[in-house]
């Protein structure tokens, strides 16, 4: 049975056991690679994706629940780097390996989508569920915060 949805403002459809991580279908069956394997288990945040612009941790959100949805992934956000995240990142310099860097970016989105200028205590919380190996939480912050300074 084939499961129809938009990615990244264009229309796909995949045939695939409806169970499927949504991540494995974006990996796997789009080739699209920005979106991290992580943890597994909805834990750690690095496979953080859109869908009808809620933050979903793909790595346990079957492909049947994205039927008639819009999915949003890191490669969506800007193809060339140019959101105002993606930017406020490098500025910032938030990544140290970069791992994790992608789905704390599709976080941050989705906070600043409903919240553009949040308090630190608002980031703080909103970020909870994305894990940082490398600790670079504070770069992180700071990012989110020129972000929303600059108006993402």
């Known amino acids: 049975m084939a499961i129809a949805f938009s990615i990244n403002g264009k229309s796909t459809s995949v045939d695939v056991a409806p169970e499927t991580p949504l991540l494995w279908v974006i990996r796997d069956t789009l080739g699209l690679t920005g979106t991290k394997f ?81 308090s630190e205590a608002e980031i703080e919380g909103a970020m909870a569920g994305n894990l940082c190996r490398c600790g670079t939480y504070n770069r992180i912050k700071a990012a989110i915060q020129l972000a929303a300074q600059k108006g993402a």
Do not use: N
């Open 38 to 118: 992580g943890c597994g288990m909805a834990q750690c945040g690095a496979c953080t994706v859109h869908v009808d612009g809620e933050a979903v941790r793909s790595c346990s959100f079957p492909v049947s629940a994205a039927a008639d949805k819009k999915v949003t992934t890191i490669e969506g956000l800007s193809a060339d780097g140019s959101h105002p995240l993606q930017q406020a990142w490098v500025e910032a310099q938030a990544p140290q390996c970069g791992y994790c860097q992608s789905g704390q970016i599709m976080q941050a989105a989705a906070l600043l989508a409903k919240t553009p200028t949040p």
